[in-house]
C-alpha cells in the first residue's frame, strides 16, 4: 500500500465538508492508496499547463 498525505489546508477543508462527501474522499484515497502511481481514470487524470511534468489530480465522484 502506498502512502496517502495530505495537508494542513486539506484537513481543514475536509473536516468542514457534509459526512457523505468525506465517505466519498475517503473511498477514493483508500483506491489511491491501493494503486499508487498506477491509478488511472476516472479516478485520476492529467493537469493541463501545470509547471510539474505529469501532474496528476484526484477526482473523486460525488453527486454525479
Known sequence: MWD????DTFDA???LQSRALKEDM???MLILSEFGPQLGRPYVDTVK???FQDMK???VQHHG
Request: net charge negative; hydrophobic share 40%; aromatic share 12%.
Open 57 to 59: 489530480e484526484l477526482r
Open 4 to 7: 496517502v498525505e495530505t495537508t
Open 26 to 28: 475517503l473511498a477514493t
Open 13 to 15: 477543508w475536509f473536516e
Open 49 to 51: 499547463d501545470s509547471t
